[in-house]
């Protein structure tokens, strides 16, 4: 049995799932509740695309666009804006988007279905195979036996720049015979 290091965990999780991921996880019998992974939150994504709207309405209110429309700072700003849509944009998207994890599986929830996914549905947990920072940022992939996959995103949360609920994800796999990259 693998154990997580004590540097390495999270604070507590949530006590319990919502009403209908507990009872799909009850009925799948995936035992105790561990904790939830999501993609975060799109008021914030939002909050932060406003700020660079601001920062760049206020530059041009002051004039300095007017005399260097090209000049390396605006274009920073423009690239930070598009960015900061692009980011509001995909965590709206996915912002009932959710990995519940349990014991024995985790459940999936996109786009307002719940699916169960118990640890034999489970083929590997996969690398991060770059940074999708405009699309939602790093995310590791869960692959299962049908050939489907689920994202899992990476939020780290630890000192050392871990992961603890990855980490959880990927003892839990070990455990029950399922390949970690």
């Known amino acids: ?7 390495h965990q999270a604070p507590p999780p949530p006590t319990a799932p919502p009403p ?4 799909v996880a009850s009925a799948q019998g995936l035992g105790p509740y561990s904790g939830v ?11 932060m695309a406003g700020v660079a709207v601001a920062v760049y309405l206020v530059v041009a ?15 920073l700003l423009l690239i930070w804006i598009v960015t900061s849509v692009g980011r509001a944009i995909v965590l709206t998207r ?4 959710a990995v519940h994890l ?25 690398q991060s195979t770059r940074n999708r920072a405009v699309s939602g940022g790093r995310r590791f992939p869960l692959y299962l036996v049908d050939g489907s996959m689920i994202e ?3 939020r780290p ?5 871990r992961d603890s609920f990855l980490l959880r994800l990927a003892a839990l796999l070990r455990e029950n015979g399922r390949q970690v990259d």
């Open 152 to 154: 899992v995103p990476f």
């Open 102 to 126: 349990f014991a024995g599986g985790v459940v999936w929830c996109r786009g307002g279905q719940v699916y169960a996914v118990p640890w034999g549905r489970a083929a590997r947990l996969g």
């Open 1 to 7: 049995m693998s154990e997580i290091p004590q540097e």
């Open 94 to 97: 996915r912002s009932g988007d």
């Open 157 to 161: 949360d630890l000192k050392d720049g």
């Open 20 to 23: 209908d991921v507990a009872g």
């Open 37 to 47: 992974r999501t993609w975060g939150d799109p008021r914030e994504a939002w909050l």
């Open 61 to 75: 209110a002051v004039g300095i666009l007017l005399f260097h429309p090209l000049a390396a700072g605006v274009v």
